[in-house]
Every structure is written in structure tokens, then in C-alpha cells.
């Protein structure tokens, strides 16, 4: 099993520029998450996903969109690209909230200049 | 929504020595509590977690110790090793994200740093 796969791992993106983050789960989780992680802070939810077709805004959802089109897959869109979005990006999955671990990707470290 | 404050912020112990972090939560209805370590680069990673109707959880070197009355929860590492040099993160979460505020954040971690 892969587990979460996202790519890119390191982008760079001038400020105003749009991109995805694409983040990729074999192991069928109905649970799904995108948590931003500032330098020397934790994670903060951005949005998550229940299953297939829904998803819901987490702490921090502002200049981010997603969409939960299969189990298997949950893109993380960047529209107009800002300093303040300079963080690393961590996919999530998991098979519920509770009692079972949430297994992360690798992380995409975003710069935006 | 879940408020959860993780103290220290860094903490450097000598190999072989013990290392304890706390954890304070605020919501009565958080009944999981999980632990993630995060070695430098990498992805965080759970390592030890425990519900509300458990006082104490161990393996191997690791133990969490809960106090449900208090709202607050501890990690325990003994006899640390340079491996165990790490930041590790604590969360307080509910039966539902909804619960949670749709926050389902992590505490701001504990930065481990074992010296040989």
C-alpha cells in the first residue's frame, strides 16, 4: 500500500497564482483532511471530508477550495496565491475521527512570493 | 469549539533520563486523545493515543496518563533515546468534527530534544 500520496512535494508560486495540491489515498478511508502547518506551529484544519461528494470547512478555510469527486482522491485548490498561504500542506486520511490513526502524506512545502 | 495548550514548547532532557509533556483541553465532550510525533522533514505520525474511559495507556517506553476531572492529559517518555529527539503534537477530540467547531486542531507541540 502507498498510503496518502500528495505532489507536488515543493512548489514555488508568485503572489496572485492558482494551483492544486493533489492528494491521493489507497487504503478506502472515508475520512480525508487538509491541515496547513506554519514554521515551528501546529496544524491547523483547513477542510475535511466525510466521504465521496461531501466536504466541510475546517479553522482556516479562506483562500482555499476542495472537492471529494471519489474516495480515493482530495484536491486542495490555491486560488490568488498570498504570502500568508507560505506554509507546509499535510493530507490526511482516516477511517473515522476516533480510535484509529489518521495517516499523513509527505507534505507539500508551499512558497509564495 | 476545543481549545487544547501543550507545555513545554521545548524540552531537552539527557539520553536515558525521562521526558514528560502536558496537555490541557476545555471541551467536557473531547473523548479521544491522540499523540503524533513529527521527526524534523517529515510527516507526523501517531504514536500512543487513549479514550475518556481509560486512565493510564502504555507501550513499551511511552505512556499517556489522563485525568478527565482536571481536562488535562500527559505523555511520558522513559529512558529517551537520541531517536526520540522530536516535536510532538497532542489533540483533544470529540466523537464528531462537528463537535470540535470543525476545528480538530492539534496542541502548538513540544519541541524533544535528546542529548547523547
Known amino acids: 500500500n502507498a498510503g496518502v500520496t500528495q505532489t507536488p512535494k515543493f512548489r514555488i508560486l508568485k503572489i496572485g497564482q492558482s494551483m492544486t495540491l493533489q492528494c491521493t489515498q489507497d487504503?478506502?478511508?472515508?475520512?480525508m483532511y487538509w491541515y496547513r502547518q506554519d514554521p515551528g506551529m501546529g496544524l491547523k484544519l483547513i477542510y475535511y471530508?466525510?466521504?465521496?461528494?461531501?466536504?466541510d470547512k475546517g479553522e482556516v478555510p479562506n483562500g482555499y477550495n476542495v472537492s471529494r469527486s471519489t474516495t480515493e482522491d482530495f484536491p486542495l485548490r490555491l486560488e490568488l496565491a498570498a504570502p500568508s498561504q507560505t506554509s507546509v500542506y499535510f493530507c490526511?486520511?482516516?477511517?473515522?475521527?476516533?480510535?484509529?490513526?489518521?495517516?499523513f502524506g509527505q507534505g507539500t512545502r508551499l512558497t509564495v512570493v | 469549539g476545543e481549545n487544547v495548550e501543550q507545555h513545554p514548547s521545548t524540552l531537552s532532557v539527557q539520553e536515558g533520563d525521562s521526558a514528560v509533556i502536558k496537555c490541557t483541553y476545555s471541551?467536557?465532550?473531547?473523548?479521544?486523545f491522540p499523540w503524533y510525533k513529527q521527526e524534523l522533514g517529515k510527516r507526523p505520525q501517531l504514536i500512543i493515543d487513549?479514550?475518556?474511559?481509560?486512565g493510564e495507556k502504555k507501550d513499551q517506553r511511552i505512556a499517556v496518563t489522563l485525568n478527565k476531572t482536571a481536562k488535562h492529559f500527559s505523555l511520558h517518555i522513559t529512558e529517551t533515546q537520541p531517536e526520540d529527539s522530536a516535536v510532538y503534537f497532542c489533540?483533544?477530540?470529540?466523537?464528531?468534527?462537528?463537535?470540535?467547531?470543525?476545528?480538530?486542531?492539534f496542541g502548538g507541540g513540544t519541541r524533544v530534544l535528546v542529548k547523547p
Open positions: 487504503m478506502n478511508h472515508n475520512y
Open positions: 489533540a483533544a477530540w470529540p466523537p464528531r468534527i462537528k463537535a470540535a467547531g470543525n476545528k480538530l486542531t
Open positions: 471541551d467536557s465532550a473531547s473523548n479521544y
Open positions: 471530508s466525510v466521504g465521496a461528494g461531501i466536504t
Open positions: 490526511a486520511s482516516s477511517y473515522s475521527v476516533q480510535n484509529t490513526e489518521a495517516f
Open positions: 487513549i479514550r475518556s474511559n481509560v
